[in-house]
């Protein structure tokens, strides 16, 4: 992606690149990428500047009721990027405008995420972050669910079901092995350099996860919480498209194999102020962390339940955080504890450069534009009321006994998406100098229904166990 473009410079792109069309890309408030495409010549620097009326926002889930579908598509112009599956194509990332020059949409997520880099701005902060995105990429996926048949199946060439000789990746042990175990590389490696060579993502890192099946992890430079939301979500649209190309599919739902590692997004957070981190402390003997870093996990900590809304947003989300599967379950924080929900990484002393917080709640199902904002909001929050985070915890959480925990006043992360929203709905205060409460009222709204949409199924395991009781 380039760093500026002006509509001259844009207008004048698209001509010399030859495009024809050009696609406007939009995430709406669930998370998921939707598209309208346009013909180049509607495209000048007068509409660049105006945006599109092409979005019936009444068919977008959490936009707009039927009485206020209007809205207006503005292409960010440094998004712009020439898209390599489709002839003369090229895609912009869009904001989202209320009809009749009524401005900002209030409902629209990459909004959010741009009211907090203007807080942050006028405080003299920069905040920035990276994430960690793991997904399966699949041979295949079905799957069917009605009124009396319930199943899904997947299948893997590399994974251990399929049988028979050749290279197969047991349960737990797809952690970085070499070809041919890792079937999935040149998948990744295509996925990283379409990143870095067409949408200009600094895809930095690729390799495959935990898991069996092809579970895999891309990582992309570090940036300002709106454009790491931006890449994040090209990503995934990348991600896809590779794999369709090749006849493969790839999902970012959190659980999908059972007695395996689910897919998380690690979230790693540092503050800035005039080119200094202040998360470091280079005289802090346990990880060289300031003062400001332990009220930012302090934050986390108090607010940890009610962040579960939105970092970790769907009902499948929650069959990932149980122990056993290195996913964290317990609001604590450590220097190099994976059972703890904030792992301060600690590779190199003397680091200013490096020195971050590790959230590891995460899921790539979350709409980054809401769920890093949210993060960054209750680290601030625990800032501004020194709010202190106890001390670090350095043995395995899930081997103490809960007399322990309660001893230690460790709390637990919510077991539920509708216990996630119960909290998000009495500890909602520390979001408000960004999120409306019409955008936490319609998110809350949504995902109970998308609850209750669930409910009536019962699962197939539940079959298994209980046909005979």
């Known amino acids: 992606m380039d760093k500026a473009l002006a509509p001259e410079d844009a207008v004048e792109r698209i001509r010399r690149d030859g495009i024809e069309w050009v696609d406007l890309q939009v995430t709406d408030l669930s998370g998921r990428f939707h598209h309208v495409t346009i013909s180049s010549s509607m495209v000048t620097p007068e509409t660049l500047e105006e945006g599109f009326g092409k979005l019936d926002g009444s ?13 207006v598509l503005k292409p960010v112009l440094e998004t712009y990027a020439v898209l390599p599956w489709f002839d003369k194509t090229a895609r912009f990332i869009t904001q989202v405008y209320g009809f009749l020059g009524s401005g900002r949409f209030i409902r629209d997520p990459r909004y959010v995420s741009e009211r907090l880099e203007s807080k942050l701005s006028g405080e003299g902060l920069t905040a920035y972050v990276s994430v960690e995105p793991e ?13 009396f048949m319930s199943y899904y199946k997947v299948e893997s060439r590399e994974a251990y079901w399929n049988g028979g000789g050749g290279a197969r990746i047991r349960t737990k042990e797809g952690y970085y092995p070499t ?17 870095r060579n067409y949408f200009g993502v600094e895809a930095e890192v690729h390799h495959h996860e935990v898991a069996t099946a092809g579970q895999a992890e891309v990582n992309f430079r570090y940036s300002t919480p709106t454009r790491t939301s931006d890449n994040l979500q090209t990503l995934k649209y990348v991600a896809r498209m590779v794999a369709y190309r090749r006849g493969l599919m790839v999902t970012f739902m959190p659980k999908v194999l059972a007695n395996d590692n689910g897919s998380g997004m690690h979230t790693h957070v540092s503050i800035w102020r005039d080119g200094t981190n202040l998360f470091y402390d280079p005289s802090d003997e346990y990880s060289e962390i300031s003062q400001y870093a332990r009220y930012f996990i302090g934050g986390l900590i108090e607010h940890g339940r009610a962040l579960s ?11 990932r955080l149980i122990p056993g599967y290195e996913a964290p379950v317990y609001l604590a924080w450590s220097r190099a504890n994976r059972s703890a929900a904030i792992r301060i990484p600690s590779y190199f002393r003397g680091d200013q450069a490096s020195k971050r917080i590790e959230y590891r709640p995460p899921d790539p199902t979350a709409n ?3 769920a890093l904002s949210a993060i960054i909001l209750a680290g601030l929050d625990g800032v501004k009321k020194k709010i202190d985070p106890g001390d670090p915890v350095d043995e395995n959480i899930y081997m103490m006994t809960e007399q322990k925990r309660r001893m230690l006043g460790i709390k637990t992360l919510p077991r539920s998406l509708d216990e996630a929203l119960d909290e998000l709905e009495t500890d909602n205060e520390f979001l408000k100098p960004v999120f409306n409460k019409e955008i936490i009222q319609t998110y809350i709204d949504m995902k109970r229904e998308e609850s209750q949409r669930l409910k009536p199924y019962p699962h197939p395991a539940e079959v298994y166990l209980y046909h005979d009781a």
């Open 59 to 71: 068919s977008v889930r959490g936009f707009a009721t039927i009485d206020e579908s209007d809205l």
């Open 135 to 147: 997904f399966f990429i699949f041979d295949s996926m079905k799957f069917r669910v009605d009124g």
């Open 179 to 195: 070809p041919p175990l890792d079937q999935m590389m040149q998948v990744r490696q295509e996925i990283a350099s379409t990143l």
């Open 309 to 319: 809304a939105f970092v970790s947003p769907t009902v499948n989300s929650y069959r």
């Open 368 to 370: 980054p534009y809401l």
